[in-house]
């Protein structure tokens, strides 16, 4: 399993980004998916993740509304739509998948994930 993260950069507070990741090796809806952000000097937190055996979603609740994450089986991308940026939304974000089905409490946790893309950056300035 290969994953490759792409669409970071930079934006002014209100714009809007799009990440992707380009899977190889798997089949999305039957992973676990995610997107995942990390500041230095903190934790690496889940900021939406999507099952792949129910398209169930889960959203960090600071980003709820405004970042939606969506995947293309077909060509084995999924994306992470990010609007109404805030400067709060500076981080390294990475793209995450998992061959096992977790409950809605878990899919959020990086410790479940096994394979991971690299980072891109996102910087939102005021």
């Known amino acids: 399993v290969q994953l490759q993260a792409s669409g970071g950069g930079s934006a002014q507070t209100g714009g809007s980004l799009r990440l992707s990741c380009a899977a190889s090796g798997l089949r999305l809806d039957q992973y676990s998916i995610g997107w995942f952000r990390q500041v230095s000097g903190k934790e690496r937190e889940g900021v939406s993740c999507?099952?792949?055996?129910?398209?169930?979603?889960h959203y960090l609740e600071s980003v709820k509304g405004r970042l939606t994450i969506s995947r293309d089986v077909d060509n084995s991308v999924f994306y992470l739509q990010m609007n109404s940026l805030k400067p709060e939304d500076t981080a390294v974000y990475y793209c995450?998948?998992?061959?096992?089905?977790?409950?809605?409490?878990?899919?959020?946790?990086?410790?479940?994930?096994?394979?991971w893309g690299q980072g891109t950056e996102v910087t939102v300035s005021s």
């Open positions: 995450a998948a998992d061959p096992r089905s977790w409950a809605s409490s878990a899919l959020r946790d990086a410790m479940n994930y096994a394979y």
């Open positions: 999507m099952s792949g055996s129910d398209d169930g979603t």
